[in-house]
């Protein structure tokens, strides 16, 4: 009997093991893990989209901007770029240690003929060697297709005796990376001064949806007179709201007179603009500056300027 049972559990523990090593020897197969699938375009694609979005985001932000701070100076650029037709008004008082006074009031009025404006077109397209067409296109194709603009316009100065003057201008917009340039020459006949020119390169970049960084380059040349003045610096504009905004400006001012080039003065100011709501076509700015000039030795000379503007004209 115990032999019995010694030889059942022999048997049993001989089974177990032959049925391990055939487990050992035949393993149950493992699935291998799923190859990843190739994307459907590659990555340097996807980054190269995504940088050009956010290029493209960044210069709207950055043209949008600019524009509205333009049309809240009431610049010229501005007044060009929205109004058909325009007459621009400005009155400026001024105080400081030295004297006080009000420069004359000065008009501007900018008309846009029909007529002209289709002349203007089809000179153009002869300049750029383009086939005549009767076509009609739309302001943005025809501007896309021809980036330079040209503006003229008339102006009264009500000084003693009455002056007036007759100007025409050529600009251009253009983009380089995130910044957004603006360029523009002019070319004037006054009844004072007789010929003036004026060539500005104005540099633009958005720091965020309000605050823009621009830095100017100006050159104002009296022909006729012999004399040449340059402006040169940095502004930093923070836009409050839709109808008020305020700049921190920073100026060099370079002058040349019988060949003689030099340092005329160096400014340094504060400006707040507003437009009077609910009157939007009229706007009050104050300008508190500190300036250096050279016919006072470079010694600070502390001036407030109080200018008031109006604006009329039809929208675009």
Do not use: C
Request: proline share 5%.
């Amino acid at each position: 009997m115990f032999l019995r049972i010694v030889l059942s559990i022999f048997i049993v523990i001989s089974s177990a093991f032959a049925y391990g090593q055939d487990a050992g020897s035949n393993p149950t197969p493992v699935s291998p893990p799923p190859v990843p699938q190739t994307p459907s375009e590659p990555l340097i694609d996807q980054a190269a989209q995504y940088l050009q979005g956010s290029q493209e985001s960044i210069s709207d932000r950055v043209i949008i901007l600019a524009n509205d701070v333009d049309l809240l100076f009431g610049n010229q650029r501005a007044l060009d770029e929205y109004y058909n037709s325009s007459l621009h008004v400005t009155q400026k008082f001024y105080a400081n240690s030295v004297a006080s006074g009000s420069y004359d009031i000065q008009t501007n009025l900018n008309l846009s003929l029909p007529n002209w404006k289709d002349t203007e077109q089809r000179i153009q397209r002869w300049w750029n060697g383009e086939e005549s067409t009767d076509q009609q296109v739309s302001k943005k194709e025809y501007k896309e297709l021809n980036p330079w603009t040209f503006n003229d316009g008339i102006g009264l100065r009500f000084s003693r005796p009455l002056a007036y003057n007759l100007n025409a201008r050529l600009s251009k917009d253009f983009l380089i990376g995130p910044t957004v340039n603006h360029f523009y020459e002019q070319l004037s006949w006054d009844s004072d001064n007789l010929w003036q020119e004026v060539t500005s390169l104005t540099n633009d970049y958005a720091l965020d949806k309000k605050l823009l960084f621009r830095f100017l380059n100006e050159a104002d040349w009296n022909i006729s007179n012999l004399q040449f003045n340059s402006y040169h610096g940095p502004s930093l504009i923070y836009t409050i709201n839709k109808v008020s905004l305020t700049s921190f400006d920073l100026r060099l001012i370079t002058a040349t007179e019988n060949n003689n080039f030099y340092t005329d003065s160096y400014t340094a100011g504060i400006t707040y603009r507003t437009s009077l709501h609910p009157l939007d076509w009229m706007f009050v700015q104050i300008t508190p500056e500190l300036s250096w000039p050279r016919q006072e030795h470079f010694t600070s000379v502390w001036t407030i300027y109080v200018t008031l503007d109006v604006v009329f004209g039809s929208r675009k």
